[in-house]
């Protein structure tokens, strides 16, 4: 018989948001998943927290395995190598860039469920592109009493058949997106950030796409590049989606331009600073529709990250190949 490996949940988060109720653990790795990796391994019964991380030493020598989720404990080098024997780290959630470095650096295997995370970032900018094409935002926007939704020239959209979809970054997200696009005959195209070569340049699709999804990477040369200029070059009546991060826009020029094309449509489910200061412009302007950064998962939406490192949990058990390393490239 295969003897169970030695695992244990560590996260700082004691409770998850105060209306939810229960530990981030619980939602995440619910619907019998904790019950699941019981069978697969033998795990500490407390979760292991930066707070109480030097009251379990006598545990750490013999651990192999950490699985965590959002509010995984930002440890040190030297606080790892007191797990001699520690072989992997299975993040049930996205990005890891704030914790990984120090466990990388000490060969220890780190994946994470960022593809699971992509997926309903991916559905929600679909919905959006769909509905751009359908001419829904300003449309909804024009239908105000029953004369001006009479009349027959309202805004219909330009519809979801060979138009142009532009999807700035080719990362995760972007290539969920890219697969749900191919049941749909639009003209996508993809502009990778400044790391890559573009397929056509940043204002090129700008002047040519009815709808622009912003996916580019986090980064500090990234910040404030999507300005006036582009903005006020979007074609008539085109919407633009940011389901990546608010600091890449330069919020003034948006704003200004907003102001100017009242035809445009801005969709922002993230902005920064998040929520945007009290008082902004961003919440009164009718062409600009803020959401409350609502496009990662959710609810039963977390069970899926679980699944995605239980999957890779019994790869790394099996031998095989794992599909949720974290590799080179991304670091």
Known sequence: MRRQINAAFFNNNVIWAEKQGSHIID???GSDRRKTLTKLANFYPEI???ENF???TAILHDLEIIFSTWEMPVLTSEQIAQMKNLKAV???AGATQYFREPFIKEGVIVCSATAANAVPVAEFALAQILLAGAGYFR???ECIDYWHTLQANNHKGCGNYGNRVSILGSGTISTVLQEFLKSHALDVVIIPSRKYNRTISLEEAFATSFAIVNLFPDRDDNVGILNAPLFRSMINSAVFINVGRGRQINEADLIAVMEERPDLTALLDVQYPE???????LYILPNIQLSGHIAGAKNSELIRM??????????FIKKEPLKYQV????L
């Open 48 to 50: 292991i927290t930066s």
């Open 54 to 56: 030097e009251n379990h």
């Open 139 to 141: 449309n909804s926007r």
């Open 275 to 281: 929520p945007p200061a009290n008082g902004s412009k």
């Open 327 to 330: 590799q080179p490239y991304q």
């Open 306 to 315: 679980a699944d995605y490192m239980i999957e890779d949990f019994i790869r």
């Open 27 to 29: 939602l995440v790795f």
């Open 90 to 92: 299975f993040y049930a």
